[in-house]
């Protein structure tokens, strides 16, 4: 079974300071794993993704995630932060032997001061 | 393109009542899923579809819960009879097949957000 685990359920930035949200996954298989944004009463939206190939994928808005296996981890960063960043952000794994069902963490609310 | 559609956005029921929620996905997209999400937490598989077969219902309460998807095309989530706890948005997705090239970038529509009373 695959899961995933996302540290900090709230972080809280200023303005323009640098972003990073962690998550860290477990796979018997290699995986392929996404970062989704969730806007107030919106659904989710595709931030990036890692297909296996390269290890450093970049995204929508400047965000950025490094897939590093010996740590099974899949952080999320983007360098300075702004106001409209703010959401709920959520890391997901991929079952590519179940029809690439989605693994969801628990999500991490990202809160931006002025 | 259009994106997913799900409706009604908005439901209030009491409990032991029922309630239906519909969705649309992209077009050519094989795969289908309605995740449960309860306020606070990730969203949570309720069931896929591949085409008009299920793939995975494990996490359905089958006592309460049901879904279909007729024609492959459009599906349909059922709640009956609903519990408090049933209380939370029910997000659609929709994905390329594994075998059509499908990484498991799912496509979601906006959610209907369910209060039971």
């Known amino acids: 079974a695959q899961s995933v685990t996302q540290l900090g359920s709230h972080v809280s930035v200023s303005e323009g300071a640098l972003v990073l949200l962690r998550c860290n996954y477990s796979?018997?298989?290699?995986?392929?794993l996404f970062w989704y944004v969730q806007y107030p009463n919106q659904g989710l939206q595709l931030l990036l993704k890692?297909?296996?190939?390269?290890?450093l994928v970049k995204g929508i808005n400047g965000f950025e995630a490094e897939f590093k296996k010996s740590e099974t981890s899949f952080h999320l960063t983007k360098p300075s932060a702004h106001m409209s960043d703010a959401a709920e952000y959520f890391c997901?794994?991929?079952?590519?032997?179940?029809?690439?069902?989605?693994?969801f963490g628990g999500g991490t609310r990202l809160m931006v001061k002025p | 393109e259009a994106g997913v559609a799900q409706s009604p956005r908005y439901k209030i029921i009491e409990k032991r009542q029922s309630v239906a929620f519909w969705c649309n996905p992209i077009?050519?997209?094989?795969?289908l899923y309605w995740y449960q999400q309860i306020l606070g937490q990730g969203p949570k598989l309720l069931i896929q579809?591949?085409?008009?077969?299920?793939?995975?219902d494990s996490q359905l309460p089958k006592d309460r819960f049901s879904a279909e998807r007729l024609k492959g095309v459009d599906s349909t989530l059922k709640i009956q009879p609903a519990k408090l706890e049933d209380s939370a948005v029910y997000l659609c997705?929709?994905?390329?097949?594994?075998?059509?090239?499908?990484?498991?970038?799912?496509?979601f529509g906006e959610g209907s957000r369910l209060t039971v009373l």
């Open positions: 579809f591949q085409n008009n077969g299920v793939v995975d």
């Open positions: 077009s050519g997209h094989a795969t």
């Open positions: 997901a794994v991929s079952d590519r032997r179940a029809g690439n069902m989605l693994t």
């Open positions: 796979s018997s298989v290699p995986p392929y």
């Open positions: 890692y297909t296996s190939a390269a290890t």
């Open positions: 997705a929709s994905s390329l097949a594994a075998d059509r090239g499908g990484t498991g970038e799912l496509f």
